[in-house]
T-cell receptor
Framework: SQTIHQWPATLVQPVGSPLSLECTVE??????LYWYRQAAGRGLQLLFY??????ISSEVPQNLSASRPQDRQFILSSKKLLLSDSGFYLC???????????FGDGTRLSIL | QKEVEQNSGPLSVPEGAIASLNCTYS??????FFWYRQYSGKSPELIMS????GDKEDGRFTAQLNKASQYVSLLIRDSQPSDSATYLC???????????FGSGTQLTVLP
């Protein structure tokens, strides 16, 4: 069966520090991969999605970037975090059009 | 711009009652519809998928779709306190690999 791993579960970072969040999927090949952010009490905001290695689409231009160095690995990065980057970051995977997405456990990021 | 609207709630129902959650969407070519449950502090969990007009039942959950009215709903029968969560509606359009999520409805089931 397919599983998705996301780490770390929680992270506290100072303003201006770098960020790297990693997500890996097991049990499937060539998944579509997604990064979302959820602010407290709010809906899901799609940040990036990828349909293949090295293929990244950005939905919200900001100081975040994403990379997909391997088929089942998706990384969210920042060179300098802002206070507004705080939130619940979720990685998700899907198999294609008309199919649901399934989420990892998420990373709760707090910026101090 | 594709939009998915949900009543934010909170919606409170007594234990054992039927909870009814509603969702409307703006894109007429939408083809796939999903309901997710999100407990406080946790990630969303897929609970129902529906693609055709009508009802789809899975245990205590029934999803209802009316494409002409651009409306999808989720009924939870015999509601339990463990059903207390935020329910997210998500809609997929055409061949897009993205889903548009509603902001969610918070449900509280009172013992």
């Amino acid at each position: 069966s397919q599983t998705i791993h996301q780490w770390p579960a929680t992270l506290v970072q100072p303003v201006g520090s770098p960020l790297s969040l990693e997500c890996t999927v097991e049990g499937t090949s060539n998944p579509n991969l997604y990064w979302y952010r959820q602010a407290a009490g709010r809906g899901l905001q799609l940040l990036f999605y990828s349909v293949g290695i090295g293929q990244i689409s950005s939905e919200v231009p900001q100081n975040l970037s994403a990379s997909r160095p391997q088929d089942r690995q998706f990384i969210l990065s920042s060179k300098k975090l802002l206070l507004s980057d705080s939130g619940f970051y979720l990685c998700a995977w899907g198999t294609g059009p008309y199919q649901p997405q399934r989420f990892g456990d998420g990373t709760r990021l707090s910026i101090l | 711009q594709k939009e998915v609207e949900q009543n934010s709630g909170p919606l409170s129902v007594p234990e054992g009652a039927i909870a009814s959650l509603n969702c409307t969407y703006s894109d007429r070519v939408s083809q796939s519809f999903f309901w997710y449950r999100q407990y406080s502090g946790k990630s969303p969990e897929l609970i129902m998928s529906i693609y055709s007009n009508g009802d789809k039942e899975d245990g205590r959950f029934t999803a209802q779709l009316n494409k002409a009215s651009q409306y999808v709903s989720l009924l939870i029968r015999d509601s339990q306190p463990s059903d207390s969560a935020t329910y997210l509606c998500a809609v997929g359009s055409g061949s897009a690999r993205q889903l548009t999520f509603g902001s969610g409805t918070q449900l509280t089931v009172l013992p």
